[in-house]
């Protein structure tokens, strides 16, 4: 065996070397990044879960909006139960009048928590909406991220096999391509 030929093998073994110390390396560095995906897929699903919890467990009627427009219906009725007070007082009209609408404001004041009831339930039907769209959201993202790294590992070690035929073969042509002496 000639210089050439122990210097083709050495090539051959210091690239296949080189090959799979790139893939070890690459394959370490690409296990980090899908760790720190995968923390922060983790993350983004505990965070939408815990804005779905407290948006469920909110009481509907306890929002700003929803006092003010109380508010505003009961004071509305408080004023119009004053002046049917003081148009009875002038007018002199009976208590049964007043009973009628005493009766009348209650009523309307009870389609408007039913309104609101109604209106609370859209509210969690669409919250729930909203958190089943981010959740199937974020299991698709998941499931993007395993057939990438399911298509890098198979690549990378796809590209390791054929580096290290590449090598052996320019290895075996090295050696088999060198003068042969003979001691006749």
Known sequence: ?????IAGIVQGGIGLTAAIGGALYGGIKSGRLNREAEYMLHQQRADNKQWYN?????????RTDVQAAINRQRELLNEQYKRARATNAVAGGTDQSLALQQQAANQSMSQTMTDIASQASEYKDNVEQQY???DAALNQQ?????????????QAAS?????????????FETFTSSPVKSNA
């Not at 065996?1 to 030929?5: D, I």
């Not at 590209?159 to 052996?168: E, L, Y």
């Open 159 to 171: 590209q390791v096999v054929n580096s290290g035929i590449k090598m052996v073969g320019d290895s």
């Open 132 to 134: 089943r769209q981010q």
């Open 1 to 5: 065996m000639g210089p050439n030929q």
């Open 142 to 154: 998941q499931i993007q991220g395993l057939q990438q790294r399911a298509a890098s590992t198979a």
């Open 54 to 62: 407290i948006k469920m467990a909110q009481d509907y009627t306890r």
